[in-house]
């Protein structure tokens, strides 16, 4: 039976990088895959799926979280990649689900596990719920060397902790932090520091 993976990690974990190579391998082995991103990510260009080390790949599939996947169209496929899973809605994840049930194809998903107010987005939410094999793609804290585990959205190097859930960024906006630093910034901006 074909299974539904959730790797999740913070931000500048690698996970759109491990994407990548994975359709890579998929592709050289002359096996197909199509990769699929929610519409709203447009960072890098609208289909642009590319990792921060410079690798790129255009998205076969846009999704709006209340469209209808092509089911039909992905079956036969050798597998499905999902970059920023955190975005889609809880009926593409249940479609994603379907896809690996109803026509046996895998469906890796890459993303963040919660935002930078350290909850979870309801796309993760839904993978935590229905994913066959959780992974965490691990990095360090951009202070220390622990693991981080929190993305700390930056506004002029000071952590910020109200606004928009989703904000569009990278490196200028987001950092990857363990927990220790994610509660010195949030208490610094609890007292207005």
Same mark, same amino acid.
């Given at each position: ?12 974990? @690698?996970?759109? /990088?491990?994407?990548? @190579? ?19 990510? !447009? ?12 690798? +790129?790949?255009?998205?076969? #599939? =846009?999704v709006?979280?209340? &469209?209808?996947?092509?089911?039909d +169209?992905?079956?036969?496929?050798? %597998?499905? #990649? ?6 889609? $809605? +809880? ?6 689900? &379907? ?5 046996? *194809? ?5 993303? /963040? ?6 909850? #979870?987005?309801?796309? $993760?939410?839904? =993978? ?6 959780? +992974?965490?793609?691990? *990095?360090? %804290?951009?202070? %220390?060397?622990?693991?981080? !585990?929190?993305n700390?959205? /930056? !506004? ?13 960024? @990278?490196?200028?906006?987001? *950092? ?18």
């Open positions: 039976m074909a299974k539904l993976y959730f790797r999740y990690g913070t931000m500048d974990s @690698a996970k759109t /990088l491990n994407l990548l @190579a994975v359709a890579h391998n998929y592709r050289k082995q002359g096996k197909r895959c199509a990769l699929m991103k929610p519409r709203l990510d !447009v960072r890098f260009g609208a289909a642009a799926i590319r990792s921060r080390s410079g690798l +790129e790949a255009e998205a076969d #599939l =846009l709006d979280p209340d &469209d209808d996947l092509p089911l +169209e992905l079956r036969g496929l050798d %597998c499905v #990649l999902v970059d920023e899973a955190q975005f889609l $809605s +809880e009926k593409i994840i249940d479609q994603l689900r &379907d896809l690996t049930i109803d026509h046996g *194809v895998p469906v890796i998903c890459y993303g /963040l596990r919660t935002d930078f107010q350290a909850r #979870l987005f309801p796309g $993760s939410r839904r =993978l935590l719920e229905l994913a066959d094999t959780i +992974e965490e793609v691990k *990095v360090t %804290c951009y202070y %220390c060397g622990r693991k981080a !585990v929190f700390l959205r /930056l !506004v002029d190097g000071r952590g910020v902790f109200e606004g928009p859930q989703v904000e569009l960024g @990278a490196d200028e906006k987001y *950092v990857p932090v363990c927990w220790t630093h994610y509660r010195e910034h949030r208490d610094a901006a609890r007292a207005g520091r």
